[in-house]
């Protein structure tokens, strides 16, 4: 009988547990990979997209130049496949990580930002080793090949049926593209790029390309997808020449309209519902503090933020000394998205030197930082 009573009592505690923690999820973890550059303030290259990501209510766990190396080891690989999601920064070199049967065979779905990983040379996404654009292409805009693909959820494009992702004023780097013709016929193309009169060259290159499980990368290749795969072109290392103060390697460059798409990409490479019925887009389900647009600005620049449950948000900009040099809003917010504008004047309406400045949202619950660059 005293048996009997044990395990009754056992099942009534598994019972219970069951109880207790049905319905409760865990935020997804995204593994991101990137090298480890730092500004002299000491903030990560890859900081703004790591905040996109948190602020989205993602866990994010950084490897800096934990990945690299040819082959990926037993240890690197049982990292990757820890985490929900495997996104390979815009600041990777391509020759740090060139073992193409590790990273394509892994069984976790994985976002690539920058095409040089995508030659025949590194994963061998492409047939081809060369790219187009002559290491320069800039930001061109995309256009959507799927328009209601669930990457453009929210977007609305221009009047030409164009999208401006990338934010030009910050820059895409030592950037070139992936041909669509050297792409195999597994690969689903959801945006190319249209190319501005300085760049011919790049019209019509990659801008989204998407593989499901166990597809084909190109013709030419037996490398197959392990897990979904996509290539979304944010571009590659900033440029550190002639300009002052020089960009941080990596630095985030897309525009509102490109983080919207950079976040529903996550979602969608996750398996998640991504539309207007499922996640609305006028109910934000955490706070968000977007970098600024354009950056670096002159003389104006717009800031939007996000804000899940009604609470009373303190907008500011700071100088580098941490004293405050305007107040842009000090109000109660309802759950919502807004943006606000600073036309780089401080509170006595004088106009400030150019130079690099912080801006800070604070609510009683969280305190998001960016930094913003204004040029004259």
Not at 37 to 47: E, I, N, W, Y
Not at 358 to 364: C, F, P, Q, S, V
Request: proline share 6%; hydrophobic share 40%.
């Amino acid at each position: 009988m005293n048996t009997i009573k044990k395990y009754f009592f056992a099942l009534l505690i598994v019972l219970f547990a069951g109880f207790l923690f049905a319905g409760v999820t865990h935020a997804e973890t995204i593994i991101w990979v990137g090298e480890d550059f730092v500004d002299s303030l000491g903030v990560h290259a890859d900081q703004g997209f790591v905040d996109l990501l948190e602020g989205a209510g993602y866990d994010v766990q950084t490897e800096y130049m934990t990945m690299t190396g040819t082959p990926l080891t037993t240890e690197q690989l049982d990292i990757l496949e820890s985490g929900d999601l495997v996104i390979i920064s815009r600041t990777t070199s391509s020759g740090s990580y060139i073992d193409p049967l590790g990273w394509n065979s892994m069984a976790k779905p994985l976002i690539l930002t920058t095409a040089y990983l995508s030659r025949a040379s590194r994963w061998q996404w492409f047939n081809s080793e060369d790219l187009i654009g002559g290491g320069d292409s800039g930001c061109p805009p995309f256009k959507a090949e799927i328009p209601d693909h669930p990457i453009f959820t929210g977007i609305t494009p221009d009047a030409d049926g164009l999208v401006y992702a990338l934010d030009a004023t910050v820059g895409s780097g030592n950037t070139s593209l992936a041909n669509w013709a050297d792409a195999g016929d597994d690969a689903t193309i959801i945006a190319t790029t249209v190319a501005p009169d300085s760049m011919a060259a790049v019209e019509g290159a990659i801008a989204i390309a998407y593989w499901p499980t166990d597809a084909g990368f190109n013709p030419d290749t037996d490398q197959f997808a392990g897990a979904p795969r996509l290539l979304f072109q944010c571009g590659a290392r900033e440029s550190t020449i002639g300009l002052n103060p020089p960009h941080i390697q990596g630095m985030y460059n897309l525009t509102p309209d490109g983080g919207q798409m950079f976040l529903n990409a996550v979602a969608w490479m996750l398996g998640k519902e991504v539309g207007v019925e499922e996640n609305p887009a006028t109910v934000p389900t955490a706070y968000n503090l977007a970098q600024n647009f354009p950056n670096p600005f002159n003389p104006s620049t717009t800031i939007e933020f996000t804000v899940p449950t009604n609470a009373n948000v303190k907008l500011g900009v700071y100088n580098m000394l941490g004293q405050q040099v305007v107040l842009l809003a000090n109000q109660t917010y309802q759950a919502g998205r807004y943006s606000v504008s600073w036309d780089g004047l401080n509170a006595s309406g004088q106009q400030v030197e150019s130079g690099v400045y912080l801006y800070r949202l604070e609510t009683e619950n969280v305190t998001l930082t960016n930094k913003m660059l204004l040029m004259k």
